[in-house]
């Protein structure tokens, strides 16, 4: 009889922290940036942090080190034209878009494998296209990861940074 309490209870903890959890919003939601340019819609699926009072640049994320460029899964970068980043081609397609930050300059990575979970299996030959950008310094803090896209260059903003790239 013993037993079947202690069982009963541990069963019924279970379920209370299994549905508080699954009551918690997730701290970084998926978003969706779309928009055109040049005659091609551009589509980018990501998941947003926050910054929370944490330093992004250099510590939560690295630098040197490909970044996801959002939290959870790979951000999904999709368009169903060819484009021009940065000069070079980018056939139209799905790409997972990782970028490598630095303290003066970031790789942004388009790469042929579309579905991956954040950059742990990231691959270096399934590249279509690596370009070399300036970050800049924002106007002001943006506490939740951002895409725009503009009528000719798309952003991510996010902390005291937009990385930018020129798309035609």
């Keep these: 009889m013993k037993i079947l309490k202690i069982s009963?209870?541990?069963?019924?903890?279970?379920?209370?922290?299994?549905?508080?959890?699954a009551q918690?919003?997730?701290?970084?939601?998926?978003?969706?940036?779309?928009?055109?340019?040049?005659?091609?819609?551009?589509?980018?699926n990501y998941g947003?942090?926050?910054?929370?009072?944490?330093?992004i640049w250099g510590e939560l994320v690295p630098f040197n080190e490909v970044w996801r460029a959002g939290a959870n899964e790979a951000t999904a970068f999709e368009t169903d034209k060819d484009l021009t980043i940065e000069g070079s081609k980018l056939p139209a397609g799905k790409y997972s878009f990782f970028v490598i930050p630095n303290e003066k300059q970031c790789i942004l990575i388009f790469n042929k494998e579309s579905k991956q979970w954040g950059a742990y299996k990231y691959n270096e030959k399934e590249d279509q296209l690596r370009v070399t950008v300036k970050q800049k310094a924002s106007q002001s803090s943006?506490?939740?990861?951002?895409?725009?896209?503009?009528?000719?260059?798309?952003?991510?903003?996010?902390?005291?940074?937009?990385?930018?790239?020129?798309v035609k």
Excluded: C, H
Excluded at 24 to 42: D, L, R, V
Excluded at 49 to 55: D, E, F, M
């Design 8 to 21: 009963l209870l541990v069963l019924l903890s279970f379920f209370a922290i299994s549905f508080a959890n």
């Design 24 to 44: 918690e919003k997730p701290k970084s939601t998926a978003e969706k940036a779309t928009g055109m340019i040049n005659g091609a819609t551009i589509q980018i």
């Design 48 to 55: 947003s942090p926050s910054v929370r009072a944490r330093k």
């Design 142 to 166: 943006t506490e939740k990861l951002i895409y725009k896209i503009n009528s000719d260059n798309v952003v991510l903003s996010w902390d005291n940074w937009d990385i930018g790239f020129k």
